[in-house]
C-alpha cells in the first residue's frame, strides 16, 4: 500500500476534525462548569456545529463526548503490547505507550479525573470502560506469553497499568511516578513469568 493510499482523504480528515474539536470544546466547558452545568446545545453553539452534527459525531451523547476515545484507546492498548519490538517486555511496552499518550503528563488529566470522580453516571461509565480496556488487554498479555486467557497475573498486570495514570497524574511529577509504578509491575512481571515460577 503506498503512503498516498494510505492517508486519510479530505472528507475523513475534515470529520475527524470535527471530531475533535466537539469533544475538546464538551470537556473545556465540563472542567469550568461541571458535567451537570453544561448542555448539549451549548456544547454545540460552542463548537460551531449544529446539534444534529453533534450527535452524528456521538450518538451516545454527553457520556460519549467525555469518553470520546474509548474504542482508539483499547485497540492501541492491545496494539502497543502485540506490536512491541523483541526483547521489549510486556510493561516496558505498555509504559511506553500511556507515556506517549501523555495523559498522566498532560495538565487537564487531573481535573478531567476529578470530573468523573464527582459525577456518578460518568465515573460508572468509566469504571465498565477500564474493565473492558483490562480485560482486552489481559487477552493479549496472555498470547504473547503463552499463558491461558484467564491467567490471574496476566489480569493482574493489565488492571494495575491502566490504574497507573490517575495515580501518577495526582503526584508532583507525574512521568516519574509513571516510571517508578511500572518499574515495581516489571519486577512482579519478570518474576511472574521466570523459568521456576510454573505456568498457571
Not at 509504578?181 to 519478570?190: D, I, N
Amino acid at each position: 500500500m503506498t503512503e498516498t493510499s494510505a492517508r486519510p482523504g479530505r472528507r475523513e480528515r475534515k470529520k475527524a476534525a470535527t471530531r475533535r474539536s466537539i469533544a475538546d470544546t464538551a470537556l473545556r466547558l465540563f472542567l469550568e462548569r461541571g458535567y451537570d452545568g453544561v448542555g448539549v446545545r451549548e456544547i454545540a453553539e460552542a463548537a460551531d456545529v449544529s446539534v444534529s452534527t453533534l450527535f452524528k459525531h456521538f450518538p451516545g451523547g454527553k457520556e460519549a463526548l467525555v469518553f470520546d476515545e474509548d474504542a482508539d484507546r483499547e485497540a492501541a492498548l492491545v496494539a502497543a503490547v502485540t506490536g512491541r519490538s523483541p526483547g521489549r517486555s510486556v510493561p516496558d511496552a505498555i509504559r511506553a505507550h500511556l507515556a506517549a499518550s501523555g495523559r498522566a503528563g498532560d495538565p487537564r488529566f487531573g481535573g478531567f479525573q476529578r470530573l468523573v470522580q464527582e459525577t456518578p453516571e460518568l465515573r460508572e461509565h468509566s469504571r465498565r470502560m477500564l474493565l473492558r480496556h483490562a480485560n482486552a488487554l489481559a487477552r493479549a498479555i496472555a498470547e504473547q506469553a503463552g499463558r491461558p486467557p484467564e491467567d490471574d497475573g496476566c489480569a493482574a498486570l493489565a488492571r494495575l497499568a491502566l490504574e497507573v495514570p490517575a495515580f501518577a497524574a495526582d503526584r508532583d511529577d507525574p512521568s516519574a511516578a509513571l516510571d517508578r509504578a511500572f518499574a515495581l509491575l516489571e519486577h512482579g512481571w519478570t518474576a511472574l513469568t521466570s523459568p521456576e515460577h510454573p505456568t498457571a
